[in-house]
């Protein structure tokens, strides 16, 4: 048996994480293969619980990304699997988005995928994320998975006959046929993409495939594309479009090759982000607001769900411009995503999730979060735009950009319980702000959210998975940002325990 406590201790949110290779000193490896062994059976034994069906007439698909320990912990997530008696298809490389896939498509229609993966964390990271014919599973499940998982011993298996599955031949063709449908050029159904140039960087992750199984059978010309072929050390950049070197790389690459759209995929082609041809990065607000301008003709007045540290510019673009309303919800990319659903089950619109992260997830793709079909709704948009002799950007002009922005993390020193300590802070922090005059924005629906109408915002809230506390700070003009800041500074000075050192 395991020790369930050091189990637990890889759970992060609803994915499973943690040191999976030496190499980072101070670093211990704890996903090990015998780890990922009794987790892959303890996911058969929760699937048979959640179908009603035996193990062994459970079909689980089985892939991986990039990185150095996805073969070995694959293969010992498939022998935990295959020793309880389920059918195990190994995908081989694929993408997280794809895994889910897995269990839609007519021709795999699989009880549940797991992927290995730790998206853009460091090389020695590794993790596994899991998915149901519901999608990705909650915190619950996970903790649930693990907490069985640490009872179960590590199990020898011959998987020698395990069967494969090109997986990611399958989902490249229904992001082709998508994107054929949508362009709808009836002179060249085939090959709506020719003429135009779309360069992708994947960072070495698994995002390669984009462009040699999706762009160029479409006829796009992707010379210029980089960095393709997967290798987990990724030593070029890391892949992950909240990087600012990730980002100058596919702004570069877009720049030398005159393409009419560069994309950039994290490591599990969850997330994307994009360049458009004259250098405008599409992430973070842009990116939000380009999804919900290319969605707002056939969604007109829905609701779009975005994580609490948008920008006012974006809500001004999206309720003012677009018509739409913006539901400024909590971060994390399945809070988002849950949200999304409620919405619509309760008879609000709302076919957009995402987060400035470039998580996004839509209705109308089983809410799934995937940064390549985010990629096919910017394509389908940029070839309709080129033959129209519009430009992408057209589509967000008229939106606004703070002038300053600024993040602080105040970690919160020496105490275990720091979630009740940071909810403490945040009800005092409100009192404070509100018995100066301070605006508080209401609903908040994550922290405490400070609206100074001519000057910008303040936002502090509670980390999802760390001992800290962020705090968002945007200031409308120069020099807004420091003043904020001082007020900030102010506010939270009086806490023993918050170690606000970084804003001095």
């Not at 912990?73 to 195990?88: D, Y």
């Not at 994290?266 to 992430?283: C, N, Q």
Request: aromatic content about 6%; proline content about 4%.
């Amino acid at each position: 048996m395991m020790d369930e406590k050091k189990m637990l201790k890889l759970q992060n949110g609803s994915d499973i994480r943690g040191v999976a290779m030496e190499g980072v000193e101070g670093e211990d490896v704890t996903l090990t293969h015998d780890v990922a062994n009794v987790i892959g059976a303890a996911f058969v034994n929760f699937l048979a619980e959640k179908t009603g069906k035996p193990a062994n007439k459970l079909k689980i698909a089985v892939g991986h990304d990039s990185r150095l320990s996805a073969v070995s912990l694959k293969e010992a997530a498939i022998e935990g699997a295959m020793n309880l008696g389920a059918r195990v298809f190994d995908c081989g490389m694929a993408s997280t988005p794809a895994m889910y896939m897995s269990i839609v498509f007519e021709d795999t229609q699989m009880d549940g995928a797991i992927m290995i993966t730790a998206s853009h964390l460091p090389y020695n990271r590794n993790g596994l994320k899991f998915f149901t014919a519901e999608g990705g599973l909650e915190k619950a499940d996970i903790k649930a998975i693990l907490k069985a998982a640490a009872k179960l011993e590590p199990a020898e298996y011959d998987i020698s006959d395990v069967e494969t599955l090109e997986l990611i031949e399958l989902y490249s063709e229904y992001l082709c046929e998508k994107i054929r449908v949508g362009a709808n050029l009836e002179e060249n159904y085939m090959q709506p993409l020719s003429g135009m140039k779309i360069v992708v960087d994947a960072g070495n992750g698994a995002g390669g495939f984009f462009a040699d199984r999706v762009l160029k059978p479409l006829g796009a010309d992707t010379t210029g594309s980089k960095y393709l072929d997967p290798d987990g050390r990724f030593p070029n950049h890391v892949p992950n479009p909240e990087n600012k070197e990730a980002m100058a790389s596919i702004k570069k690459i877009v720049n030398d090759s005159n393409a009419d759209l560069g994309l950039i995929f994290d490591t599990d082609v969850d997330r994307m982000g994009a360049v458009l041809p004259d250098g405008k990065t599409l992430s973070r607000n842009a990116l939000i607001a380009m999804i919900a301008a290319i969605l707002a003709p056939d969604y007109p007045g829905s609701t779009i769900v975005t994580d609490s540290v948008t920008s006012d510019e974006l809500t001004e673009f999206l309720e003012g411009k677009l018509h739409l309303k913006h539901h400024r919800f909590k971060r994390g990319y399945k809070n988002v995503i849950n949200e999304c659903i409620r919405l619509n089950e309760s008879g609000t619109a709302s076919p957009l999730a995402i987060e400035t992260s470039g998580h996004g997830a839509l209705q109308e793709n089983y809410y799934l979060d995937d940064g390549a079909y985010l990629a096919v709704k910017l394509i389908i948009a940029a070839a309709k735009a080129k033959r129209e002799d519009k430009s992408l950007a057209s589509l967000i002009e008229e939106l606004g950009y703070p002038a300053e922005a600024r993040e602080y993390r105040l970690y919160i020193r020496g105490l275990e319980d720091y979630k009740t300590y940071g909810r403490g802070v945040l009800e005092e922090f409100k009192e404070l702000a509100e018995a100066r005059g301070i605006q508080v924005a209401s609903p908040s629906y994550e922290g405490v959210r400070l609206v100074f109408s001519d000057e910008g915002w303040i936002l502090l809230r509670l980390s999802l998975h760390d001992p800290n506390m962020p705090m968002n700070i945007e200031g409308k003009h120069a020099g807004d940002c420091e003043k904020l800041t001082n007020i900030a500074r102010e506010l939270v000075s009086g806490f023993v325990n918050l170690d606000d050192s970084v804003m001095y």
